[in-house]
Antibody, heavy 122, light 112 residues
Framework: QVQLQESGPGLVKPSETLSLTCAVS?????????WGWIRQPPGKGLEWIGS???????YYNPSLKSRVTISVDTSKNQFSLKLSSVTAADTAVYYC???????????????WGQGTLVTVSS | QSVLTQPPSVSGAPGQRVTISCTGS?????????VHWYQQLPGTAPKLLIYGNSNRPSGVPDRFSGSKSGTSASLAITGLQAEDEADYYC????????????FGGGTKLTVL
């Protein structure tokens, strides 16, 4: 059974960098699939942030691309998200999830983490 | 403003049939990209409900069905049950700009 678990600080100060990690169990990241981040502001809808393949190939939401970096660590079977220059508008539940690929067209997320709330506040 | 438009809310009585629409454009659904649907129960992560426009993952009841036509897609739920009360999201791909996975704004289903 594939399981994903997000971890990271629940509180980040404005203008700083949000950093989260998603640990994957029950499946080796190196075996394939793409690994993505999605966020959901309180009471609002879902927004795709970006995705990565085990080779390091990345796809980013154009609206966030200038502030986002997604990386993968196959030795630890995990992948990470960094979002720079955060503001209150970045307060959200952040989910990690898996999709099949190749690329991002025609893709859907079949396994999701439980999500972690990140609040941006001083 | 979401690229994919869903009604904010729908409702129905137990046993009834409801549909949730997802309207896109020529750069996403109308361009032939697949539509997928997720169910999000309160306080939980989204769960894949329909993929590839009309396919159900293992374990999803056949009360749930999906369809797509032109620039729109629909999720139908028959034999409505109290446990179906949740938020539902459609998702596709949009080829404008550099390309992006996109979600609808979500629809709150209330079982009366």
């Amino acid at each position: 059974q594939v399981q994903l678990q997000e971890s990271g600080p629940g509180l980040v100060k404005p203008s700083e960098t949000l950093s989260l990690t998603c640990a994957v169990s029950g499946y080796s990241i190196s075996s394939g699939y793409y690994w993505g981040w999605i966020r959901q502001p309180p009471g609002k809808g879902l927004e795709w942030i970006g995705s990565i393949y085990h080779s390091g190939s990345t796809y980013y939401n154009p609206s966030l691309k200038s502030r986002v970096t997604i990386s993968v660590d196959t030795s630890k079977n995990q992948f990470s998200l960094k979002l720079s220059s955060v503001t209150a508008a970045d307060t959200a539940v952040y989910y990690c999830a898996r999709h099949m690929g190749p690329g991002i067209a025609f893709n859907y997320f079949d396994y999701w983490g439980q999500g972690t709330l990140v609040t941006v506040s001083s | 403003q979401s690229v994919l438009t869903q009604p904010p809310s729908v409702s129905g009585a137990p046993g009834q049939r409801v549909t949730i629409s997802c309207t896109g454009s020529s750069s996403n659904i109308g361009a032939g990209y697949d539509v997928h649907w997720y169910q999000q129960l309160p306080g939980t992560a989204p769960k894949l409900l329909i993929y590839g426009n009309s396919n159900r993952p293992s374990g999803v009841p056949d009360r749930f069905s999906g369809s797509k036509s032109g620039t729109s897609a629909s999720l139908a739920i028959t034999g409505l049950q109290a446990e179906d009360e949740a938020d539902y999201y459609c998702q596709s791909y949009d080829s404008s700009l550099s390309g992006s996975m996109v979600f609808g704004g979500g629809t709150k289903l209330t079982v009366l």
